[in-house]
């Protein structure tokens, strides 16, 4: 009380007094205005009848269980594939074993797409060795404004760390 | 509600597993399907990546170690097989990321399980063209209303660039449903 003797400063009579009030009304009035923002409040996605109460995971124990009745056909499977290798293992000529530039490169490419690698930056550059890399396949390949802004949009995590202007990055 | 420490623990120890796990699918299903399916859009895909879920989930138990709550541990588990899925999908296709979003939204014009409008099918559209963790953010906030610090849990990004994310959405969104 003593300092707003000291400093002057005069507020509209009751100001405080309904502060709280006209704080709330402020807050529903956006609240509102979220309500009737173009957005639609609901997706429209459906499910069929009673999918939640029928939904069951295949659980691990069904497979364990139809693994040990095939067991005995295992067995079986198993010990003619071992005559198998076994008469060809010694019918083959023993100089020309199978080397990893046998598999077809159309193989190695599909399997590269097809499989989810999740190698860090890192990990690739220790297999990969430097000496197979020519540098101008890195400099030479010019970035179309198209890839750097895709990037940007999936990898940037705080828009604002870029320092740009609001208005040029919309 | 069950406590998760103690759910945790039992899916742990192989005699009270199973009974665990059926807790565990009976508290989470309805959640994280709303969450996959927003991302797949199709039913049936979304049926499948619930299963895939859980059988991670009931696989990878063990290795849980509790840093994170378990619910965004699932979500971030269910977050990534659909994304997985829909790279497969594309893949298999023979057709970029985006152009499967596109028909993925085209479809929900004729999928039974779609009951929404022609501005709900825009929004759809719309959602399409965002980049997927701008969309992920949106969804999360938007339709299954979960606060920023669990969205910061699943996403593993910071409450303030979540926020960025989903200023920047619903901004794109209303300006892509203002335009004819």
């Given at each position: 009380?003593?300092?707003?003797?000291?400093?002057?400063?005069?507020?509209?009579?009751g100001?405080?007094?309904?502060?709280?009030?006209?704080?709330?009304?402020k807050?529903n009035?956006?609240?509102?205005?979220?309500?009737?923002?173009?957005?639609?409040?609901?997706?429209g996605?459906?499910?069929?009848?009673?999918?939640?109460?029928?939904?069951?995971?295949?659980?691990?124990?069904?497979?364990?269980?139809?693994l040990?009745?095939?067991?005995?056909?295992?067995?079986?499977?198993?010990?003619?594939?071992?005559?198998?290798?076994?008469?060809?293992?010694l019918?083959?000529?023993?100089?020309?074993?199978?080397?990893f530039?046998?598999?077809?490169?159309?193989?190695?490419d599909?399997?590269?797409?097809?499989t989810?690698?999740?190698?860090?930056?890192?990990?690739?550059?220790?297999?990969?060795?430097l000496?197979d890399?020519?540098?101008?396949?890195?400099f030479?390949?010019?970035?179309?404004?198209?890839?750097?802004?895709?990037?940007?949009?999936e990898n940037?995590?705080d828009?604002?760390?870029l320092?740009?202007?609001?208005?040029?990055y919309? | 509600?069950?406590?998760?420490?103690?759910?945790?623990?039992?899916?742990?120890?192989?005699?009270?597993q199973a009974?665990?796990?059926?807790?565990?699918?009976?508290?989470y299903?309805?959640?994280?399907?709303?969450?996959?399916?927003?991302?797949?859009?199709?039913?049936?895909?979304?049926?499948?990546v619930?299963?895939?879920?859980?059988?991670?989930?009931?696989?990878?138990?063990?290795?849980?170690k509790?840093?994170?709550?378990?619910?965004?541990?699932?979500?971030?588990?269910?977050?990534?097989?659909?994304l997985?899925?829909?790279?497969?999908?594309s893949?298999?296709?023979?057709?970029?990321?985006?152009?499967?979003?596109?028909?993925?939204?085209?479809?929900?014009?004729?999928?039974?399980?779609?009951?929404?409008?022609?501005?709900?099918?825009?929004?759809?559209?719309?959602?399409?063209?965002?980049?997927?963790?701008?969309?992920?953010?949106?969804?999360?906030?938007?339709?299954?209303?979960?606060?920023?610090?669990?969205?910061?849990?699943v996403?593993?990004?910071?409450?303030?660039?979540?926020?960025?994310?989903?200023?920047?959405?619903?901004?794109?969104i209303?300006?892509y449903?203002?335009?004819?």
């Amino acid at each position: 009380m003593k300092e707003n003797h000291k400093n002057k400063f005069k507020t509209p009579e009751g100001y405080f007094d309904t502060f709280h009030e006209r704080l709330m009304d402020k807050i529903n009035e956006e609240e509102t205005a979220q309500e009737t923002s173009l957005i639609p409040k609901s997706d429209g996605f459906a499910v069929p009848d009673k999918y939640f109460d029928t939904f069951k995971v295949e659980s691990e124990q069904v497979k364990v269980v139809q693994l040990k009745s095939y067991k005995k056909f295992y067995y079986a499977a198993a010990s003619i594939a071992a005559l198998f290798i076994l008469f060809f293992g010694l019918t083959w000529k023993a100089d020309s074993p199978i080397t990893f530039e046998d598999l077809a490169n159309a193989e190695l490419d599909a399997y590269f797409e097809s499989t989810e690698l999740n190698m860090s930056t890192y990990e690739i550059a220790e297999v990969v060795s430097l000496s197979d890399l020519e540098i101008n396949e890195v400099f030479d390949n010019t970035l179309e404004d198209e890839n750097i802004l895709e990037y940007l949009d999936e990898n940037v995590e705080d828009i604002e760390d870029l320092n740009l202007d609001y208005n040029d990055y919309e | 509600m069950i406590a998760e420490e103690t759910l945790v623990q039992e899916l742990k120890q192989k005699e009270s597993q199973a009974k665990a796990f059926e807790v565990l699918v009976n508290t989470y299903k309805e959640r994280l399907y709303w969450h996959i399916r927003r991302i797949v859009l199709n039913h049936d895909d979304a049926d499948d990546v619930l299963q895939n879920t859980f059988i991670k989930v009931y696989r990878n138990i063990e290795g849980f170690k509790g840093d994170s709550k378990l619910y965004s541990w699932m979500y971030r588990i269910a977050t990534n097989e659909s994304l997985t899925f829909l790279k497969q999908k594309s893949k298999k296709a023979g057709i970029s990321n985006e152009e499967l979003k596109m028909s993925l939204v085209e479809n929900l014009q004729s999928d039974v399980y779609f009951e929404g409008d022609e501005i709900q099918l825009k929004l759809q559209k719309a959602l399409a063209t965002l980049p997927d963790k701008q969309k992920l953010v949106f969804t999360m906030k938007y339709f299954q209303e979960m606060k920023y610090e669990e969205i910061s849990e699943v996403l593993e990004t910071s409450v303030g660039a979540l926020k960025t994310s989903y200023h920047l959405a619903v901004k794109k969104i209303e300006t892509y449903l203002k335009a004819d």
